[in-house]
């Protein structure tokens, strides 16, 4: 979920384990999505994108979810292994700028 | 490809006193965007650069913000004076040529801390 002040939402799994990210974006004139990795000390890493013509993504062990209706966007993660440990953003654009606008993020934790 | 470089990463400073941080965009990007992330604010757009020219600062968050962009190759973010509330770690981005493809490629980042 997405987190708003001083406290990022938590989510915690278990090495192996599939793990779901999920996120609301505000701008219903958004049309393109972002998930970004952020590790501990570093800079914001791209993941995958997804445009709005399109439901659904796959990448490598990632998949990216989009349902305009409600405005939520998820980020899945199969087989999580302590790699994947980090904070993720979802970021959304739209037509009237090229610029991204970031939610909150959050902090995935593997379990070995 | 070298990614985008920052430097310096980490900046210590006393309340008052002039910083510049600088960054250095993938080759061949056209867009360049600094932005500001703290613990309370997240992740915050200061101002971008298209082609070398600011296009939106309405991030910037007050006079004592500037940033120039003197060439495809670099670009500075001043703050004078610098105040506590400064303190964060700021990423430069940059962006391929291509106005679809909206992905950026982030630097490391610079940790400043003003006292």
């Known amino acids: 979920g997405e987190s708003v002040g001083l406290h990022l939402p938590t989510l915690s799994v278990q090495e192996g384990d599939n793990s779901i990210i999920n996120c609301a974006y505000s701008?219903?004139?958004?049309?393109?999505f972002i998930w970004y990795k952020q590790e501990s000390g570093k800079g914001p890493q791209f993941i995958i994108d997804i445009r709005s013509n399109m439901d659904k993504r796959q990448g490598q062990r990632v998949t990216v979810l989009l349902n305009k209706t409600v405005k939520h966007l998820s980020l899945q993660i199969a087989a999580t292994q302590p790699g994947d440990s980090a904070v993720y953003f979802c970021?959304?654009?739209?037509?009237?700028?090229?610029?991204?606008?970031f939610g909150g993020g959050t902090r995935l934790m593997v379990k070995p | 490809d070298a990614g985008v470089i920052q430097s310096p990463r980490h900046e210590v400073t006393e309340m008052g006193q002039e910083v510049t941080l600088r960054c250095k965009p993938i080759s061949g990007h056209n867009s360049l965007f600094w932005y500001r992330q703290t613990m309370m604010r997240g992740l915050e757009l200061l101002i971008y650069f298209n082609n070398n020219v600011p296009i939106d600062d309405s991030g910037m968050p007050e006079d004592r913000f500037s940033a120039k962009m003197p060439n495809a190759s670099f670009s500075t973010l001043k703050i004078q004076p610098s105040e506590p509330r400064d303190s964060a770690v700021y990423f430069c981005?940059?962006?391929?040529?291509?106005?679809?493809?909206?992905?950026?490629?982030f630097g490391s980042g610079t940790q400043l801390s003003v006292l």
């Open positions: 701008n219903s004139a958004s049309d393109y």
């Open positions: 970021a959304e654009a739209g037509n009237a700028g090229n610029m991204l606008t």
């Open positions: 981005a940059s962006r391929p040529r291509g106005a679809t493809n909206e992905k950026l490629f």
